[in-house]
C-alpha cells in the first residue's frame, strides 16, 4: 500500500527531527581576523604606508540584540573551539529550517482535503 502525501512527510519530518545536531557548543556570533599596529617607533611591521602591523588576532563579535554588539578578543589556543561553535550554530540553523520546510509541506497537503 503506498501510503499518502501527509503521512510520508510526518514520517520524515519525525526522522529529521531526531538527527538534531548536538547542541552543546552552540555559539552565536562571527568571528573576525585583526591586524594591530604597536605604535613603536621603528617598528617595522608597523611603519606608515608599509607593514602589516602584528597579528593577527581574532576578534568574536556577538549581537547583543537592538544593534549593539560585543567583540571578545579569542586567544589562538581557544580558536578552534569558537569556529566549531560557530559552524554548530549554522548547522542548526540548517536543520531548523529543513524541519520547518516540511511543516510547511504539510499545512498545504492538509489544506487539500
Ligand atoms: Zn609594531
Known amino acids: 500500500m503506498v501510503k499518502d502525501k501527509t503521512a510520508q512527510i510526518i514520517q520524515a519530518r519525525e526522522r529529521l527531527a531526531q538527527q538534531v545536531p548536538d547542541p552543546t557548543l552552540v555559539l552565536a556570533g562571527s568571528l573576525m581576523k585583526r591586524m594591530i599596529r604597536c605604535n613603536k617607533p621603528g617598528c617595522r611591521h608597523c611603519e606608515k604606508g608599509q607593514g602589516q602591523g ?3 588576532i581574532w576578534i568574536l563579535s556577538v549581537s547583543l540584540g537592538s544593534r549593539r554588539v560585543r567583540q571578545i578578543p579569542v586567544p589562538a589556543h581557544l580558536k578552534q573551539e569558537v569556529e566549531e561553535g560557530i559552524r554548530r550554530y549554522a548547522e542548526i ?6 524541519v520547518s520546510r516540511l511543516s510547511v509541506d ?3 497537503e492538509r489544506k487539500k482535503r
Open 106 to 108: 504539510l499545512l498545504e
Open 93 to 98: 540553523q540548517k536543520w531548523l529550517k529543513q
Open 54 to 56: 602584528h597579528g593577527p
